[in-house]
């Protein structure tokens, strides 16, 4: 079982965009939702408000922020698309769609996939809102692009699999 999180509130989408207010004190949050919960490794996207979404919890568990460039946000298109709204909601239903200067959902999907499977049980993994929804995807497939529009900031869930059984369960939002 790991615990995938999605980022707190942040200023803004850039790689260097810092949390709010508001998410500084979601991620204060986050530090008291972890305690007791048995977490032994933390790795985060390295996008400024993915870390700073998760330092105070790794703070108080004592434990360092691994960052891994996988867990970054998925990129739709590198175009500027008035219409990407209903770009990315086909690319939830057609996994292979690749726009011009993105990646398809399968590619960020099974970027992220290597981290999720490479950590340890007991881990927590802070991620983006659409490579998040890409990876509940993968495990629950009725998890598509209305389950990505129902995500919060911040967002838990556990997923737990099996050779035989995959579970996803939101713990907090």
Sequence with gaps: MVYLVRHCRASGQQPEAELTEEGKKQAQGLAD???????????SSPYTRAVQSIA???EHLGLPVETDARLVERVLSTEDLPDWM???ERSFSDSDKKLPGGESGREAAERGLEVLRSAPAQSILVTHGNLMALLLNHFEPDFGFEGWKALANPDIF???WTESERTIKRVMD
């Design 56 to 58: 105070p919890a790794a």
């Design 33 to 43: 939702f972890f305690k007791g919960k048995g977490v032994i490794h933390i790795v």
């Design 86 to 88: 209903e770009h990315l």
């Design 158 to 160: 556990e997923v737990r």
